[in-house]
C-alpha cells in the first residue's frame, strides 16, 4: 500500500510539473501573440496619419506644379533644362541666370516626374527653397560675395536630415516626426551657396535594391515601366536619368548609389569612408561600422559628381564633423593627364554569373579608355567568395535584430520581404548550412545567422587582411585604377530585386575594401543580350533561375560599368569617369 501510495504521489508530482510546463509555454505563446496583435493594431492605427501626410504633400506639390507652369515658358524650361551642371554653374556665376529661375525650373521638372508620371521620386519639397534662391539672388544685388555654388538646385535623399521635414527611411512610426537640425551633408552645399529643393524615395529600412515603402510608394525605372530604379536611392537615379536636377545627394553601403545609377543610366560616386560627413542621417542598421555607410554624389553627368565632390571637402564640413579625415579636394589628381595603368576584369570568377549585357561592357569601356592612351590591363577575377562571406557576415552580425526591431509594429512593404524571411530564419538553418557542401546560396545562408563578439573580431581581422592583400596586388603591379563590371544584371522587375542581392557583388565588393569607386553607364542591353541571356545564362540554382525571370526583354535598358581606385584617391576615379563618359558618348 505503502508503494502504491508512493507511486501514485510521484504520478501526481509529475502531473504537476506537466501542468506548470504547459502553463509556460501557454503563457509563453498568449504573450506572443498579444504582443502581435498588439503590433498589428499599432502599425493600423499609424496608418491614417501617414496616409493623411502624404496626401497633403502630394497636393502641395500638384499646386506647386501647376504654379510653376503658369510662371516658366517652354522656352526658359528647355533652355536651363538642357545645361550641364558645369554651364549652369557658370550661367548662374555670370548673373546670366538667376538663382530664383534655375530652383523653379530644376522643382518643375522633379515634380513633373513624380506627379505627373506617378513616379513618387519627390518624398517633399524642401520648405522655403524658392524663398532662398530669391534672397540669395537679393544678396547678389545688394553686392554680397557669389559663392562657388551659387544657387545650383540639388535632390536630398530621404535618408538625410533636413530641418522640419521628415526622415523616416519608409517607416509609418516616425514619418510625420520632423527633424530638428539638418545634415552636414546638406548644410556643406548650402554654405557654398547651393539649394536644396526636393527629399527623394528609398525603399523601406534602406537595406535592398528596390525603391518602395508603406509612407510614399514605389518608384519605378524611368526607362521601362516595371523595373526597379535600384535602391537605395532610387528616388535619386529616377530625378537625374530625366535631368530633373543638376545633382542629388545618395549613400552607399552595398551598392546604394552606384546600383540605382547603373538600373538608371546615369553617374553615381562612393568615396572612401570619412570623406563626407555622415552626422545627422537616418540609417537601416545604425552602429554598423565595420562595412561603412558612405555619402556621395549622383548626376547625370561625371562632372556634377566631382563638382559635388569638391564642395563637399571643405573647412565648413571638417569644422562639423570630427569623424572626417580633413583632406581638401585633391585637384592636382584630379586635373592631371598623366597615362594610367588600368587593371580589368569582366567576368563572376567562381561567384554568380553575369548576364550578357553586363560581362560586354567591360570591353567596351576598355576600348574607349584604351583610345585615350591608358594602359589596360586584364587579370584574373579575385576569389569572390571570402569577400562576400565578409560582407554578409557583417552585415548580419546581429542576426538581423537590428532590422527586426526597426520593423516591429510596422506595415512591411511587400519589397523587402525576402529581407525578412532570411533574417527569420531560425539560428538551426544557418547552423546546418555550415556544414553543408559548399555553394554559393549555402555559404550566404550560413554567413546571415549572426556572430559572437569574438567571432566579429575574427571577421574584423580577416578583412582588415582582405583589404591589405588587394591593396598589395594593386601596388606591386603598378596598377593606377582597376574597371569591374557595375553589377551581374541590368535593371530587373520589381519585386524580384531583392531576391537576387548576390548579383550586386561588383559594388558590396568595394563596400567590403571601403575603396572609391564610381559608375558610368557605357552601353544599353541589347536584343542579342536577351537572346543569350535565355540560351546561354546557366540554371545551376534558385537564384540563377531567378534571374532570367527577372532579366528577360531587357533590351534598350542602360548598363554600366564601375571604375574602382586605391583609398582616399577618389579624385582619380572622378577624372576617369568624365574621361570614359566623353570618350564611350553613352547619350
Not at 551657396?193 to 527623394?200: H, K, R, S
Not at 560616386?269 to 545604425?286: L, M, Y
Not at 569638391?310 to 579625415?325: G, H, N, P, R, T
Request: aromatic residues 8%; charged residues 20%.
Amino acid at each position: 500500500m505503502a508503494l502504491l501510495i508512493g507511486t501514485m504521489d510521484g504520478v501526481s508530482d509529475a502531473m504537476n510539473v506537466t501542468y506548470v510546463v504547459y502553463a509556460c509555454v501557454g503563457a509563453w505563446l498568449a504573450l506572443k501573440v498579444g504582443r502581435a496583435i498588439m503590433c498589428k493594431l499599432t502599425a493600423i492605427s499609424m496608418r491614417p496619419a501617414a496616409k493623411k501626410q502624404r496626401e497633403e504633400e502630394l497636393e502641395l506639390q500638384r499646386k506647386t506644379l501647376a504654379q510653376l507652369r503658369s510662371e516658366l515658358s517652354e522656352e526658359t524650361i528647355s533652355r536651363v533644362s538642357a545645361l550641364e551642371p558645369a554651364e549652369l554653374k557658370q550661367q548662374l556665376q555670370d548673373g546670366s541666370l538667376t538663382a530664383l529661375v534655375a530652383a523653379k525650373v530644376c522643382l518643375y521638372n522633379s515634380l513633373r516626374v513624380s506627379v505627373e508620371e506617378g513616379d513618387n521620386s519627390v518624398c517633399f519639397i524642401v520648405p522655403g527653397c524658392l524663398e532662398r534662391a530669391a534672397q540669395l539672388d537679393r544678396e547678389r544685388a545688394e553686392g554680397a560675395p557669389v559663392p562657388p555654388l551659387f544657387g545650383v538646385p540639388f535632390s536630398v535623399k530621404e535618408c538625410f536630415h533636413v530641418k522640419g521635414l521628415p526622415s523616416c527611411i519608409g517607416m509609418t512610426s516616425d514619418c510625420t516626426m520632423k527633424r530638428p537640425l539638418t545634415s552636414i551633408a546638406v548644410k556643406s552645399l548650402e554654405d557654398q551657396g547651393a539649394v536644396p529643393i526636393v527629399t527623394t524615395n528609398i525603399p523601406q529600412t534602406m537595406l535592398t535594391y528596390e525603391c518602395s515603402n508603406p509612407v510614399y510608394g514605389e518608384t519605378s525605372n524611368p526607362h521601362m515601366p516595371g523595373r526597379s530604379p535600384g535602391g537605395s536611392s532610387g528616388g535619386e537615379g529616377s530625378l537625374h536619368a530625366r535631368k530633373a536636377v543638376p545633382f542629388g545627394i545618395g549613400s552607399d553601403i552595398g551598392g546604394s548609389a552606384r546600383v540605382p545609377a547603373h538600373f538608371c543610366g546615369v553617374c553615381g560616386f562612393k568615396p572612401t569612408s570619412h570623406r563626407i560627413s555622415k552626422r545627422n542621417t537616418s540609417a537601416g542598421v545604425p552602429g554598423q561600422t565595420a562595412i561603412p555607410s558612405v555619402v556621395g554624389p549622383m548626376s547625370y553627368y561625371a562632372k556634377g559628381c566631382s563638382m559635388m565632390f569638391e564642395a563637399w571637402c571643405s573647412d565648413y564640413a571638417f569644422k562639423q564633423d570630427a569623424y572626417l579625415v580633413p583632406i581638401q579636394f585633391q585637384k592636382e589628381m584630379y586635373e592631371s593627364k598623366d597615362k594610367l595603368k588600368i587593371a580589368y576584369f569582366c567576368d563572376e570568377g567562381n561567384f554568380y554569373p553575369m548576364t550578357p549585357a553586363c560581362a560586354r561592357a567591360v570591353p567596351v569601356a576598355v576600348k574607349a579608355l584604351e583610345k585615350l592612351g591608358h594602359e589596360l590591363v586584364p587579370i584574373p577575377t579575385p576569389d569572390l567568395m571570402p569577400f562576400v562571406e565578409l560582407f554578409y557576415s557583417h552585415i548580419s552580425a546581429d542576426s538581423g535584430n537590428t532590422v527586426l526591431n526597426v520593423l516591429k509594429c510596422q506595415d512591411i512593404d511587400p519589397r523587402i520581404q525576402p529581407l525578412v524571411n532570411i533574417v527569420n530564419l531560425p539560428k538551426i538553418v544557418h547552423t546546418i548550412a555550415k556544414w553543408l557542401p559548399k555553394s554559393n546560396s549555402t555559404s550566404i545562408v550560413a554567413n546571415t545567422g549572426g556572430l559572437t563578439v569574438e567571432e566579429v573580431w575574427k571577421k574584423q581581422s580577416e578583412l582588415f587582411a582582405a583589404n591589405y592583400g588587394f591593396y598589395d596586388m594593386m601596388e606591386s603591379e603598378g596598377f593606377d585604377l582597376v574597371l569591374t563590371p557595375a553589377s551581374g544584371m541590368p535593371a530587373a522587375k520589381q519585386g524580384h530585386v531583392s531576391a537576387l542581392t548576390p548579383l550586386f557583388w561588383p559594388t558590396f565588393l568595394f563596400n567590403a575594401l571601403d575603396m572609391p569607386a564610381g559608375i558610368v553607364p557605357v552601353t544599353r542591353v541589347t536584343a542579342e543580350d536577351d537572346a543569350k541571356l535565355l540560351s546561354e545564362y546557366p540554371q545551376r540554382d534558385m537564384i540563377e533561375k531567378k534571374v532570367i525571370d527577372a532579366c528577360r526583354d531587357s533590351a534598350g535598358l542602360p548598363v554600366a560599368v564601375q571604375i574602382v581606385g586605391k583609398r582616399w584617391q577618389g579624385e582619380k576615379v572622378l577624372r576617369v569617369m568624365e574621361e570614359l563618359e566623353a570618350s564611350v558618348g553613352y547619350e
